[in-house]
C-alpha cells in the first residue's frame, strides 16, 4: 500500500445520508481564522462592489433550488393517475389512464427542469465571474503593497511565505468564495423548501423523518471525533516525511560522499512507517461513514415505507404522495451532509483572506514629499555621509554607530571589512532602502530625503553577488534598466560589458530565452550580463556589491575589466572580500563593527602595517600556506 495517493486526501471520504446527496466532506484538517468576524467584514468589502450581481445570484440560486424542489411533487400526479388507472382495471372497471393529463405533467417538468438549470447556469457563471474578480483586485493589491513595503520587511519574512500569501491563500479564497456562497444558498432553500413540501405531503412521515436525522449526525460526530486526531497525525508525519525527502535530494551528493544512505533510508522509514499508521486509521475510519449513513438512511426508509404504506391503506395518503416523500427526504439530507463542508470551506475561505488583508496591513515605507528632482539637480556624483547612524528595526543592534566619510565627483570608492561590518548596509542606505537613525547622506550637496526615492535610485546602477535574471531574452534582460532602449543600444553596452563576444555565440544570439533561473548560463555569462544592464542605465553613481566573488579567475579578469569601464568617469562603491580587485582604487574605506576604523589608498593603508594591512596580507598567507 503506497503513500503517495493515500496521504493527498485531508478528510474522510462522503457518505451519502440517507441515500442522499453529497457526504461530509473536508472532514480533515482546518486552518482556522484567528479573527473571523473581522476578517470576514474585510472580505465584504471587497464583495461590496458586485452586491447588485450578490442579489442577482441570491435570486437565480433560489429560484432554481425552488424549481427542483417541486418537481417531485408535481411527478407524485404521474404516480397517482397511474395507480389510479390500475387499481380501476384490477377492480374491473375500464382502467383506463389519461396519457394527456401525464403528458401535459411530463411538459411542466421538464419545463421546470431546464428553467432550474438555466438559473443554476446563471448564478453559478456569475459567482464565477465575481470571485475571479475579487482574487484579481487582491493580487492587484498585494502587488501594488510589495512595491510600498520597506525592505527590512523582506528581512524578517522568508519569500516563500510572501508567495504563499499572493499565490495559495488567494487561489482558496476565490475557490471558497465561488463554492461556498452558492452551496450556503442552494442548501438553506433546499433545507427550507424540502420540509415545507414534505409537511404538505404528511405531518407524520416528517416526524419520522426528523427523528432519523440524530442517530445520523450523532454517527457522523463520532467519527469525526475519532478519526481527526488521525488526520492531524497524517498531516503532521507527511510534512515530516516531505521535508525529509526534500532535504536528502537537495543533499544526495553530500549524503553519497559521507555514505550516509543507509541512514538516510533508515530516518525515511520510522517517518513513513509512523505516517502510514496515521493514515490508514484515518482513511479507515473515515471510509466508515458511508456504509453507516446508507445503513441508517436505509432503516430509515423502511420505517417510512410502513408507516406510508399504513397510511395509504386507511386513505390518508396516496402511492404518488409517499414517492414523492422518499424523494424529498433524500433531497432534504443532502443539505445538512453539505453544512460541515460549507463550514470548512467559509474556515479556509476567511482563513486565507485574513493572511491576505495582515499582508496588505503591513506598515509601508514612510512618504516624504519631495523637495528637489534630480532632473533639476544637475547630479555630479559627490557623495557625503555625515555622522550616518543606522540599526535594523527587527533588532537592538546598531549596525552602524558614527560614520563620515567625503566623496569626491568621479572616485572610485572600495569598501572592505568583516562579515558584519555594515559594508553592504551602507550602500543600501545611500539608495535609501532603510532611513537614517541619526545623522544624513549628500549628494552633490543635497540631503538624499529630499528627494522622490524612485527619482534618487534613477541616478544609481547597481551590480550584486546574487545575480537576477528573468525569464525572456537576453535583449530584455540587459533592457530592463532602460525599456526605451534600442537594440543597438543594448548590444553597444554588451559590448562594455565584455559580454558581446560570448552572446553572439549563443543559439540566437541577443533573442536567446533564459529559462527561470538562468541555468542555461555559467554564472560568470550571467554576471557580464548584469553589468551590462548596469551600463545601459547610465547612471552617474554605481554601486558594486562582491560581484566577482562567485566565479573564477579567467572570468573574474573579465569581470574586472566590465566593470573598469562601467565605472570610468563615475563615483562608484566597489564592496569586495578579495582585496586584491581593489588595487587601483582612489578611496578604500575599512569599516569594523559600524565604524570607519581605516581610509585611504591602497599603498597608504599597507604603509600603515595596520586593520588593512592585515586583511591583506592575511588572504596571502592563506594563499601561500
Not at 315 to 328: K, L, P, V
Not at 353 to 359: C, L, N, S, T, Y
Request: glycine residues 8%.
Amino acid at each position: 500500500m503506497t503513500t503517495a495517493r493515500r496521504e493527498q486526501r485531508q478528510g474522510p471520504p462522503g457518505g451519502r445520508p440517507m441515500g442522499g446527496g453529497p457526504g461530509m466532506h473536508g472532514m480533515g484538517v482546518v486552518v482556522k481564522a484567528k479573527d473571523f468576524k473581522g476578517s470576514g467584514k474585510k472580505l465584504l468589502a471587497y464583495l461590496a462592489p458586485f452586491k447588485w450581481w450578490l442579489v442577482a445570484v441570491l435570486i437565480f440560486a433560489a429560484t432554481s433550488t425552488v424549481f427542483t424542489i417541486v418537481g417531485p411533487k408535481i411527478l407524485s400526479r404521474i404516480t397517482d393517475e397511474l395507480a389510479r388507472g390500475i387499481m380501476s382495471k384490477m377492480a374491473g372497471g375500464a382502467g383506463r389512464i389519461d396519457f394527456d393529463y401525464i403528458g401535459r405533467i411530463v411538459l411542466t417538468l421538464a419545463g421546470l427542469y431546464l428553467t432550474s438549470a438555466a438559473f443554476s447556469y446563471l448564478q453559478g457563471r456569475i459567482m464565477a465571474d465575481i470571485s475571479t474578480k475579487v482574487a484579481y483586485n487582491m493580487r492587484n493589491a498585494l502587488m501594488r503593497k510589495i512595491n510600498r513595503l520597506p525592505l527590512s520587511y523582506f528581512n524578517r519574512t522568508s519569500h516563500g511565505e510572501v508567495l504563499s500569501r499572493i499565490t495559495n491563500d488567494v487561489d482558496t479564497l476565490n475557490m471558497s468564495l465561488s463554492q461556498s456562497i452558492t452551496q450556503i444558498i442552494t442548501s438553506s432553500a433546499t433545507l427550507v423548501g424540502v420540509l415545507i413540501m414534505m409537511l404538505s405531503i404528511s405531518p407524520l412521515l416528517t416526524l419520522v423523518a426528523l427523528g432519523i436525522l440524530p442517530i445520523s449526525l450523532g454517527l457522523v460526530m463520532g467519527v469525526v471525533r475519532k478519526s481527526q486526531q488521525h488526520f492531524v497525525g497524517q498531516q503532521k508525519y507527511l510534512g515530516a516525511v516531505n521535508g525529509h525527502v526534500e532535504e536528502m535530494y537537495g543533499g544526495h551528493v553530500v549524503v553519497k560522499a559521507f555514505n550516509g544512505e543507509e541512514r538516510a533510508l533508515a530516518g525515511f522509514d520510522a517517518q513513513n512507517d509512523q505516517l502510514y499508521e496515521s493514515a490508514w486509521k484515518a482513511q479507515f475510519l473515515s471510509g466508515l461513514m458511508m456504509p453507516m449513513m446508507v445503513f441508517v438512511g436505509n432503516l430509515g426508509y423502511v420505517v417510512i415505507c410502513i408507516v406510508g404504506a399504513a397510511m395509504a391503506a386507511g386513505g390518508r395518503m396516496t402511492i404518488g404522495g409517499i414517492q414523492a416523500f422518499i424523494q424529498y427526504v433524500r433531497s432534504f439530507t443532502q443539505p445538512i451532509s453539505q453544512m460541515a463542508n460549507i463550514s470548512n470551506q467559509l474556515q479556509m475561505m476567511v482563513a486565507a483572506a485574513e493572511r491576505v488583508f495582515e499582508f496588505l496591513e503591513e506598515r509601508e515605507e514612510p512618504a516624504t514629499a519631495a523637495t528637489m528632482e534630480m532632473a533639476t539637480a544637475n547630479i555630479r556624483g559627490d557623495v557625503t555621509f555625515d555622522h550616518v547612524k543606522f540599526g535594523y528595526e527587527d533588532t537592538d543592534k546598531i549596525v552602524i554607530h558614527d560614520f563620515s566619510a567625503e566623496i569626491k565627483a568621479g572616485q572610485k570608492v572600495a569598501i572592505v571589512g568583516p562579515t558584519g561590518a555594515g559594508k553592504t548596509t551602507l550602500v543600501k542606505l545611500l539608495m535609501r532602502f532603510h532611513d537614517l537613525q541619526g545623522g544624513a547622506i549628500y549628494v552633490d550637496g543635497h540631503d538624499i530625503t529630499s528627494f522622490a526615492r524612485r527619482d534618487l535610485r534613477s541616478e544609481f546602477g547597481m551590480v550584486l553577488q546574487d545575480t537576477w535574471l528573468f525569464n525572456g531574452t537576453i535583449m530584455d534582460n540587459v533592457r530592463y534598466s532602460r525599456r526605451e532602449a534600442s537594440d543597438d543600444e543594448v548590444a553597444a553596452a554588451a559590448q562594455v560589458a565584455q559580454a558581446d563576444h560570448f552572446i553572439r555565440t549563443l543559439p540566437e544570439s541577443y533573442h536567446m530565452e533564459l529559462n527561470e533561473e538562468a541555468s542555461n548560463l555559467s554564472q560568470g555569462e550571467k554576471q557580464l550580463l548584469t553589468i551590462a544592464r548596469a551600463v545601459l542605465a547610465d547612471s552617474q553613481i554605481m554601486i558594486l556589491d562582491e560581484a566577482t566573488s562567485s566565479v573564477d579567475t579567467r572570468t573574474e579578469i573579465l569581470i574586472q575589466r566590465a566593470m573598469d569601464e562601467l565605472t570610468r568617469g563615475r563615483t562608484s562603491f566597489i564592496i569586495a572580500h578579495r582585496l586584491s580587485t581593489i588595487r587601483n582604487a582612489d578611496l578604500i574605506l575599512c569599516l569594523n563593527e559600524g565604524d570607519i576604523v581605516e581610509q585611504g589608498t591602497h599603498e597608504e593603508l599597507l604603509a600603515r602595517g595596520g586593520f588593512y594591512a592585515n586583511m591583506y596580507n592575511s588572504q596571502f598567507d592563506r594563499v601561500a600556506a
